[in-house]
């Protein structure tokens, strides 16, 4: 309780703004807070009676039992061979399944779902100014964190956005009601789609030399971001083979300074300029091209994680056309009530009788070409040994902090993964990539007690997450209903 008392009551939310910049004074209260271990003196319990999905890939474990003290895993294995010791309350949960929680490794606090913080996919600045978008985004994480935590997801990698995002990872890491985040902070972009910046704070720097790109990861390391993630776009007028210099560049200053390199590369061309630059992962699919055994090859070698967000382009389909689709409709009663309200603008009238119908059907017929492109080389990739994970790219728009993960597990499996693969993507192999592979995303003595009680089987189906009853948070246990973002 003393560790939740300090974190809870410390007004670092309330003044965010001029407080996160200042890393020497964050650190120095980090260096205060941190003393205190996640879920110390909370009450230990065992969760007793389900099966066991360890999350590495391992066997599950029948009627099994997990103790639980001070917020991390103590004891794990089949309920015969682990004695529960006495004052531990028992949590049973026969006839369920236990997994770690989900891991994200691929969203953004700095977006908001919808297009208020996409103006450069539909401009509705004259009635959403995007700056108040995103300082509502840095004055209120709390819808998302809720959100993830209601949808079982409890850690996130934010693979660029804002500086600020920086903060969360020490305000949400023993935050029991918030997930853990790792944050990359500002993208070392190649292209300036404008709209995305502000006057006082961007969220791209734009290294033009391989100087600058250095010099960019040499402050990102001292500011405290957790990745470099470079956002490698080429346009006609910085063709990519001027870009190598510079990614090259990143590559090596962020290894020298030993950060991972993370990369957007969504062509067959790119991917290998990042892989070759020292990528410890690639945010998006190759989705131009089937990718070639060179490619392969490459990823192998290094263990790159490559993480194909298959469902994102979905949400931007919806958008231009100015129509939910199911999947998305679901997810409204998931999310916070100011996201949902947003969300529903969407189909507003005024749009719809401008929506080309026409032009939308183009785009539909090459969104199914990539995302045919994209299931193949995910399975080629996966096949060959390349360590998969999950990512939504949660925040653009109509892919939403949260409920997303359902769609983006089951896109994984139709795409020709095993529930078990899509399992350990989603945990122990995603906990890797945020660089957590420590302590998140597995079921075994010493990680954090981040678990999710489900009612089906995810080792048959991953449609079982839907089933989820109860979150495990560093210890703390939640009825899911009770983390439902209000
Ligand atoms: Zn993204």
Known sequence: ???????????????????????????????????VAPGFGQEPIALVGATICPGDGGAPIPNGTV????????????????T????????????????????????????????DGRPDARDVRAEFPYAQAMADNQAHPERFHRAFLHS???????????????????????????PHVAAAGALLATYDPKVLTLPDQ????????????????????????????????????????????????????????????????TTLATAKVAVAAGAQLLVHSVEDHEVDDEFVAAMVKQGTFYCPTLTVLGGYAGLYEAKLGDAVRAQLEDVHPSVKERVLRTEDAAVRAK??????????????????????????????????????????????????IFVELEAMQQAGLSAVDVLKASTGDAARAMGRGADLGVIAVGRVADLL???????????????LLRVCRGGQVYERAALLPR
């Open 202 to 265: 961007s969220q791209f720097v734009f290294p033009m030399s391989a100087d600058e790109a250095r010099a960019a990861v040499r402050s990102h390391r001292a500011f405290g971001s957790a990745a470099i993630k470079v956002w490698l776009i080429e346009t006609p007028d910085r063709p990519l083979a001027s870009l190598v210099p510079i990614v090259m560049a990143a590559g090596d200053e962020a290894r020298r300074v030993g950060l991972p390199l993370i990369v957007h590369s």
């Open 67 to 82: 103790v639980v003290r001070e917020g991390r895993i103590v004891a794990v294995g089949p309920r015969a061979e682990v």
């Open 1 to 35: 309780m003393v560790r939740t008392f300090l974190v809870g009551t410390f007004p670092l939310r309330a003044s965010a703004g001029p407080f996160l910049h200042d890393a020497g004074m964050l650190h120095r209260l980090l260096a205060c807070l941190l003393l």
């Open 84 to 115: 529960v010791p006495a004052g531990v309350t028992v949590v049973d949960i026969a006839g369920c399944y236990l997994t770690p929680g989900l891991i994200d490794t691929h969203v953004h606090y700095s977006q908001t779902g919808w297009a």
């Open 355 to 404: 929506v080309n119908t026409l032009a939308m059907q183009g785009m539909r017929k090459h969104f199914a070409q990539q995302s045919e492109t994209m299931a193949r080389n995910l399975v080629r990739l996966h096949a060959a040994g390349v360590p998969v994970v999950l990512g939504t790219d949660a925040g653009n728009p109509l892919t939403l902090h949260g409920p997303s």
């Open 453 to 467: 009680v489900l009612k089906d089987d995810p080792m048959q189906d991953v449609r079982a997450f839907r089933s």
């Open 152 to 178: 079982g997801v409890t850690a996130v990698f934010d693979v660029g956005g804002y500086p600020w995002t920086r903060g969360l990872a020490a305000a949400c890491e023993h935050d029991l009601r918030a």
